[in-house]
């Protein structure tokens, strides 16, 4: 009887140093590249699994990885936020999973310079660049009247402002900007 307890715990415990575990591997995207160092430095990754949660800092190329993690329901955050908004990824991890993760991020808002120029970023020109609007657009017309027509091209950006919105928008690009 002992020597059966003895072989299960011995076989227990080899199983459990063995048992395979998940994966996260992601990478920071610097919106704005000149923040790249400043990023690395002061931005943290931090992944809740389980009641559980991990810190892990960056690295110079801003690559982080969490491993040797039991499967379970996962969210991932960064501290701070990135500008104008708070990524959070919730998922699940399997049992020997490896999850990849790629998150854009900037510590000020990309758009802050674009407001006065037109120009685009991609192709230098500003033939096709068309404003954004934000906001309720609705056109009132009078009863029997023939709807108005647009004197102005846009692009309609959504009813929500966050601080940190693109300005135009390049049609030949596909860029908002």
Known sequence: MKSTFSLLIIVFGFLSCVAQKGVIKGKIIAEIPEEK????????????????EKIVSLDQNLNFTFQHLEADTIRIRTEPHSFGRNHILIGYLKPNDTINVKLNFSLSCKYAN?????????????????????????????????????????????????????????????NEF
């Open 37 to 52: 160092p400043l990023i690395s430095e002061k931005v943290k990754i931090i992944l809740n699994i389980g009641n559980k």
């Open 114 to 174: 674009t407001g006065s120029s037109k120009i685009c970023p991609i192709c230098k020109k500003e033939d096709e660049v068309i404003p954004i609007r934000y906001g309720l657009i609705a056109e009132i017309t009078r009863k029997g009247e023939p709807a108005k027509k647009h004197t102005q091209e846009y692009k309609y950006g959504g009813c929500v402002r966050t601080g940190c919105d693109p300005n135009w928008y390049c049609k030949r690009d596909d």
